[in-house]
């Protein structure tokens, strides 16, 4: 099998072993959010990158007040110079005035790891939204790191290659959000295209 053949292989293993009860509950979280209060979707590197358009996609496809700290670059390296990396989420989402009809989104693709100094930001910004109060849902990988018992629900991406946990997580990250946008219960107007294609028929 080549490389191709192989990589195609394994989205569908991934996509096949995702627990579907498991999203259904950050559906669940969701819903409890939506109309009450505000959605922060939290991310570093590639995540930091899928949370500023899951934002987009929140907001425009189901109506929610969302926001992601790496949308301000000019904020979040002040507060990096400030303060510290490590308190960096929970000192924006202090600023944010979080409150406990919020919730906050984490993509991860370890969900932390304090030991190892890893997404520690995370991990801060996961126990300040606890201490408030705030429902906290996860999409990570590997066995889920510290948001896997941190938060009330966590989504994890199946690992089916080692060599192919990053890449993998990464991109179910987008899969599922745009599940997420797209569920009947959460999804308040249609894509441009298929909205286009409604009036075609």
Not at 111 to 140: F, M, N, Q, T, W
Not at 164 to 172: G, I, P, Y
Request: glycine fraction near 8%.
């Amino acid at each position: 099998m080549g490389f191709v053949s192989q990589y195609l292989q394994e989205v569908r293993e991934v996509a096949a072993r995702l627990d579907p009860a498991e999203v259904e509950r950050l559906v669940e979280l969701l819903v409890s959010v939506a109309g009450q209060g505000r959605l922060f979707i939290l991310g570093i590197g590639g995540s930091a990158a899928n949370a500023s358009h899951a934002v987009n996609d929140f907001r425009t496809l189901a109506g929610f007040e969302a926001y992601t700290p790496t949308d301000n670059v000019a904020e979040l390296t002040a507060r990096i110079n400030d303060d510290e990396w490590e308190s960096v989420y929970a000192a924006w989402l202090r600023a944010s005035h979080l409150t406990d009809h919020d919730g906050v989104l984490i993509l991860s693709v370890g969900g932390g790891d304090e030991v190892r100094g890893v997404s520690v930001p995370l991990i801060h910004a996961i126990r300040y939204a606890k201490e408030i109060g705030a429902s906290v849902g996860a999409i990570v990988g590997r066995d889920g790191g510290y948001a896997a018992f941190g938060a009330d629900v966590c989504v994890i991406v199946p690992t089916v290659n080692p060599a192919h946990v990053t890449v993998h997580t990464e991109a179910f990250q987008a899969v599922l959000w745009h599940l997420l946008v797209s569920h009947p219960r959460l999804r308040t107007t249609s894509p441009k295209w298929e909205s286009v294609d409604e009036t075609l028929r």
